[in-house]
């Protein structure tokens, strides 16, 4: 997916957006104590306008989200009632939330400095193959030993083929488990999800791990992992 998907979808609004959740993720309120983000850095990654980031901002120490579309930059702030200020054209600051107007895969660990949880709801389940590989790679770069992430995936079926992607806790060890201690935390059923009535699925899982990194440079590289796909579709669902 080029950027222009991304710009486009933004535009068009609706089902184009409709990876927008308008209510926080119950796996950040399990997840995400108070005491468990005091003094913590929580990076979130093609966050677009997530609403999470506001309880996060509530108790970490700072938040930095991630985002290449400047209209979602905007509408965060303005459907939050929060007044930014911009260092610099690519930086938009309120408060301890700072969101940086970039292409993710691009980053250096220079743009963020240390960062203790990456939070990642409609990241990796986003992006097609080929990009989740060097998505993979800037997050093992642009995160240390010790780090700790919260990742929620989709699994369901028949495929399609366009975000959100179906991904199941076997490709998440094959993704991240030579870097990763990986707790297979949550996996709720969901048949009333919205993509269920939608493409008349047969089941959908949302999967959450909390996984903990332990060694540095180690990304798996899949090269015959192909899903078959059942439709085509040409939006995101």
């Known amino acids: 997916m080029e950027a222009k998907f991304w710009f486009d979808s933004w535009d ?27 003094g913590k850095t929580v990076l979130v990654p093609l966050c677009g306008k997530s609403l999470d980031m506001v309880y996060l901002a509530a108790f970490a120490d700072k938040v930095i989200g991630v985002e290449l579309v400047e209209k979602a930059i905007i509408e965060f702030f ?12 690519e930086t938009y600051v309120a ?7 970039k292409d993710f895969m691009a980053l250096t660990p220079e743009d963020l400095g240390p960062i203790d949880w990456v939070y990642d709801r409609a990241s990796l389940v986003a992006l ?16 240390d030993v010790g780090t700790q992430s919260l990742v929620i995936t989709l699994e369901y079926f028949p495929l399609i083929n366009s975000a959100p992607f179906s991904i199941t806790a076997q490709e998440m ?6 870097g990763h201690f990986i707790n297979h935390a949550e996996s709720p059923l969901l048949m009333q999800h919205g993509m269920v009535r ?9 999967h959450g791990f909390i996984l903990s990194k332990h060694t540095n440079g180690v990304i798996l590289e899949k090269k015959n992992l192909v899903q078959p796909l059942h439709y085509e579709l040409n939006a995101v669902g």
Do not use: C
Not at 95 to 100: P, V, Y
Not at 198 to 206: A, D, I, M, T
């Open 198 to 206: 939608r493409w008349n699925l047969e089941y959908l899982y949302e």
């Open 78 to 89: 303005e459907e939050n009632k929060l007044s930014y200020h911009q260092p610099d054209e």
């Open 128 to 143: 097609p193959l080929d990009m989740r590989h060097e998505y993979l790679r800037a997050i093992d770069r642009l995160t």
């Open 173 to 178: 060890d094959d993704y991240y488990g030579l």
């Open 12 to 38: 068009k609004g609706g089902f184009y957006t409709s990876f927008h959740r308008r209510d926080i993720h119950p796996f950040v309120l399990t997840y995400f104590t108070p005491s468990e983000l005091r």
């Open 95 to 101: 408060g301890n939330i700072t969101l940086l107007r």
